[in-house]
C-alpha cells in the first residue's frame, strides 16, 4: 500500500505511511513527492511524515528507504524547507533524532511523536522561509 499524500495545506505536504509498505511502493513514493514538490507554488514546500503506524523492520527496506531519500537530495536542496517525522515511540524518537544528528540532511529536520507539533514546526519553517521583501533569509 502506497503513502497518502495529503497536500490540502500546501505548501505544507503531509505524508502518512500505512502498516505495511514494500520496496516498490517507497520507490512509487518518492517519485509523486518529486512530482508534488515541482508543482508546489513558489516551489518551497516543508513535509510532515507520518510514521506512527509504519513497521519498518526490515534492515533491507530501511537501506533502501535511506539511499532512495539520499539519491534525491540534489534535486530538493533548496526546495525542501524541513522535513519533520512523527513516530510512535520514544525509542524510534531517540533513533532517528540520533540518526539525523550524525547524517544531517541539506534542510532542517524534526522528530515528534505528535502530529501537531510537526504541522506547527513546518508552518513555522515556511513562514521563516521567505521574507516579506521576497529575500530568503538564512535559516
Known amino acids: 500500500m502506497l503513502p497518502v499524500i ?7 505536504v503531509v505524508i502518512r505511511f500505512p502498516t505495511m ?6 520507490d512509487q513514493h518518492f517519485d509523486e ?8 507554488e513558489g ?7 507520518d510514521l506512527r503506524e509504519t513497521n519498518l523492520l526490515a534492515v533491507e527496506l530501511r537501506e533502501h528507504l535511506a539511499a ?4 534525491g537530495y540534489p534535486d530538493v536542496t533548496g526546495r525542501i524547507v524541513g522535513v519533520a517525522h512523527v513516530v510512535g515511540s520514544p525509542l524510534t524518537l531517540a533513533a532517528m533524532r540520533t ?19 510537526a504541522i506547527a514546526w513546518g508552518e513555522q519553517r515556511l513562514e521563516r522561509s521567505t521574507a516579506p521583501n521576497g529575500v530568503r533569509p538564512r535559516l
Open 6 to 12: 495529503d497536500v490540502t495545506r500546501s505548501p505544507l
Open 21 to 26: 509498505v514494500g520496496r516498490s511502493e517507497i
Open 33 to 40: 513527492v518529486d512530482a508534488v514538490a515541482l508543482g508546489v
Open 43 to 49: 516551489g518551497r514546500l516543508a513535509l510532515v511524515v
Open 68 to 71: 532512495r531519500m539520499r539519491a
Open 99 to 117: 540518526l539525523w544528528w550524525l547524517a544531517p540532511p541539506p534542510f532542517a529536520t524534526f522528530v515528534t511523536r505528535s502530529l501537531d507539533d
